[in-house]
């Protein structure tokens, strides 16, 4: 579904602020695949996700989805069959407009002066029930009166209406309160079954990162360093992980987010 091969990328080259953030970095997923991802401080994951999305162009290498060469894309039409969310709860809908219009643009169906048809109503309360949050009974209310994790799950029902080929999830549960963050993590964990949707999820949670999905990736200096999945994966502990980790890199894990988590 998704074949990187060598995608380099140096921010502010030939300046002092020169960053190499990712380096050489290859990578294939199947068709519904769901890989985590977790790394240290400025190893290179957002990165990773902003040249997927298209919001810069690599240096060089090239990145196939679903069969489409999408090196040269601009990320207006990449975004058409990438799903993404960020960790930034406000960010993925529109909080002036309300949930259903939030629900017609993301189907693609509507806008600010359009008018939703009965039947699609029918369809965005039944998907908005599933997300058992009464949000089905709000319809017409704007999107900036929901809490934090109610605009997360609305934002995920959003980048899903239409299955994307791939859903990008950049620790997009880590600014939301433990039992907002737990819904929310299992809304995703169903949507992407239902959907079998393959999807790359970057978190600072390493025992999520074992357990959610069918592969772990590790990443540190804008390189993926660990690759597991398959039984190796399902006899891993964190601290086995962990272990993994120094072994490859030659230096214990260094994200604050990851520590201050425990
Ligand atoms: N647009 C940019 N301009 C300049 N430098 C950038 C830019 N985007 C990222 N970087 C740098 O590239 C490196 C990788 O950043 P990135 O955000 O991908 O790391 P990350 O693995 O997501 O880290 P974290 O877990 O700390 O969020 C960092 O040193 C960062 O400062």
Redo the contacts with the bound molecule.
């Keep these: 579904m998704l074949t990187i091969s060598n995608i380099s990328k140096t ?2 080259p030939g300046t002092v602020n020169e ?1 190499q ?1 990712l380096t050489g970095l290859s990578l294939h997923l199947e068709r519904g695949d769901f890989v985590t991802i977790i ?1 240290s ?7 990773l996700f902003n040249a997927i999305s298209g919001s810069f162009l690599t240096d060089s290498g090239s990145i196939l989805l679903a069969g489409r060469d999408i090196t040269f894309q601009p990320e207006y039409r990449r975004a058409k069959r990438i799903g993404r969310l960020f960790q930034d709860p406000l960010r993925g809908t529109a909080p002036g407009m309300t949930i259903e219009e939030n629900l017609a643009l993301a189907a693609g169906s509507g806008g600010w002066f359009s008018r939703v048809s009965r039947a699609e109503k029918t369809r965005f309360r039944d998907r908005l029930a599933l997300l058992d949050m009464g949000l089905e009974d709000r319809m017409r209310q704007p999107v900036g009166l929901l809490s934090g994790g109610q605009r997360q799950a609305l934002t995920l029902l959003m980048a899903t209406m239409v299955p994307p080929k791939l859903l990008l999830l950049d620790e997009h549960t880590a600014a939301l309160d433990p039992g907002a963050a737990e819904k929310v993590l299992g809304l995703t964990r169903d949507i992407v079954a239902e959907h079998k949707l393959t999807t790359m999820m970057i978190t600072h949670n390493m025992q999520q990162a074992l357990s959610l999905g069918n592969r772990t990736l590790m ?1 540190d200096s804008g390189r993926i360093v660990l690759d597991v999945s398959g039984e190796e994966r399902s006899g891993l502990t964190v601290s086995g992980l962990l272990e993994r980790f120094k072994a490859g890199v030659g230096k214990g894990l260094d ?1 604050d987010r990851i520590l201050l988590s425990g």
């Design positions: 921010f502010n960053k953030a790394g401080n400025g190893a290179g994951k957002s990165t990443m994200n």
